[in-house]
Nanobody, 124 residues
C-alpha cells in the first residue's frame, strides 16, 4: 500500500523559511518522479516543484529562486525548502508520486499517489 506522509507545515511571517518533508512507502521510491503541489482556498491546485529519479528538477515560475526540491532515496524522503516566503504562498501543500514516470512535469494528472497535505500559512 502506497503511503505519502507530509510534515513541516507551519505559520510563519513573510520572508521566513520552512522545509517540508514527505516520507514515502509501499513502492519503489528511488525510481519514481516526485512532486510538490499546493492549493489555496478558492484556487486550483498548482504544481510547485518536481524531481525525477535522476535528480532532474522542475520549478514553477512563481517560486523559482525561492523554493528548492530535493530527495533522499536512502530515507525514501522528499523535501521542499521554501525561503523568502510570501503571503501568496499560503496553501495546503501536498506531495505526489509517479512510480511510472517517463517525463518529469508539474501536471497533476501525471501523478498517481497523493499525500494528505500539510498547511503553510504566511502572514504579512
Amino acid at each position: 500500500q502506497v503511503q505519502l506522509v507530509e510534515s513541516g507545515g507551519d505559520s510563519v511571517q513573510s520572508g521566513g523559511s520552512l522545509r517540508l518533508s514527505c516520507v514515502a512507502s509501499g513502492y519503489t521510491y528511488s525510481s519514481s518522479c516526485m512532486g510538490w503541489f499546493r492549493q489555496a482556498p478558492g484556487k486550483e491546485r498548482e504544481g510547485v516543484a518536481g524531481i525525477g529519479s535522476a535528480y532532474s528538477t522542475r520549478i514553477a515560475d512563481a517560486v523559482k529562486g525561492r523554493f528548492t526540491i530535493s530527495r533522499d532515496n536512502a530515507k525514501n524522503t522528499l523535501y521542499l525548502q521554501m525561503n523568502s516566503l510570501k503571503p501568496e504562498d499560503t496553501a495546503m501543500y501536498s506531495c505526489a508520486a509517479s512510480p511510472y514516470c517517463r517525463r518529469l512535469d508539474l501536471d497533476a494528472m501525471s501523478y498517481n499517489y497523493w499525500g494528505q497535505g500539510t498547511q503553510v500559512t504566511v502572514s504579512p
